[in-house]
C-alpha cells in the first residue's frame, strides 16, 4: 500500500504544487497516514495467526529498512516532479 500511495501521489504532487514544502509535507502525510494502516493491518493479521506478514516473534528490520527506502524515493519523485513542473511553468511563461 505504501507503493502504491508512492507511486500515485508522489510524482504529482512535486509537479502540481509551487511550494516544495507543501508538496513534501501532503507526500509525507499520504505516506504516513497508509504505512500505519498497512502496520496495523499486518500486525492483526500476524496476532491471528497468518504467517504471510512476518513473525511477530522476530523484529521485522527488513519490513522497515524497506519501507525508509520506498519513503526516500518518494521525496525523490517529489523533486522530480517539481523540477519537471517548473520547467514547464518556465517554458510557459516565456512563450507569453
Known amino acids: 500500500m505504501i507503493a502504491v500511495v508512492t507511486v500515485l501521489l508522489a510524482f504529482p ?28 493491518y499486518l500486525l492483526l493479521d500476524a496476532m491471528n495467526g497468518g504467517r504471510d506478514a512476518f513473525d511477530p516473534k522476530d523484529f521485522p528490520l527488513s519490513y522497515g529498512l524497506v519501507a525508509a527506502a520506498i519513503f526516500a524515493v518518494g521525496f525523490g519523485l517529489v523533486a522530480a516532479g517539481r523540477r519537471v513542473g517548473t520547467k514547464r511553468r518556465v517554458r510557459t511563461l516565456a512563450a507569453a
Open 13 to 40: 504532487l512535486g509537479y502540481f504544487l509551487r511550494s516544495h514544502l507543501a508538496a513534501n509535507t501532503a507526500y509525507a502525510i499520504a505516506y504516513l497516514w497508509a504505512f500505519v494502516f498497512q502496520g496495523v
